[in-house]
């Protein structure tokens, strides 16, 4: 099934919103200019909206597509995409997260990185 919207976390401060438009604009459209609030960058790729939070979490930086329309089924397929494109470990919730998971369930992640693809502990709060 399809998510209603992706959400990915992106390693490495070398990964700007600058690396991200490059990806989204060949995967899935031209992206409009970035317009930063506070430590929030967001913009459009093609129709999709797109939210950049850098280290959102400790050296994470969050990457947030809010639609169902964009060329990914799930984060997971994202995920890979944004690995294959910018080489940078990538972190992603195995599913659609919802409010009612356990503390357990909601620590469990998808780390993709040069290592390939595994399943891990994240405790992000």
Not at 38 to 45: D, E, P, R
Not at 68 to 97: H, K, M, S, Y
């Amino acid at each position: 099934m399809r998510q209603p919207d992706i959400e990915i976390y992106l390693k490495d401060a070398d990964v700007d919103h600058k690396a991200i438009t490059t990806w989204l604009t060949a995967d899935i459209g031209p992206c409009s200019e970035w317009a930063q609030k506070g430590q929030t960058w967001k913009c459009t790729a093609g129709n999709i909206p797109v939210t950049w939070i850098p280290k959102a979490v400790g050296k994470w930086n969050s990457l947030c597509l809010d639609s169902d329309q964009t060329p990914w089924e799930d984060d997971i397929a994202c995920a890979r995409a944004a690995f294959a494109a910018l080489n940078v470990e990538v972190r992603c919730a195995p599913g659609t997260w919802v409010e009612e998971e356990n503390d357990e369930d909601a620590d469990r992640w998808i780390r993709i990185s040069a290592d390939g693809e595994e399943e891990i502990t994240w405790r992000t709060s």
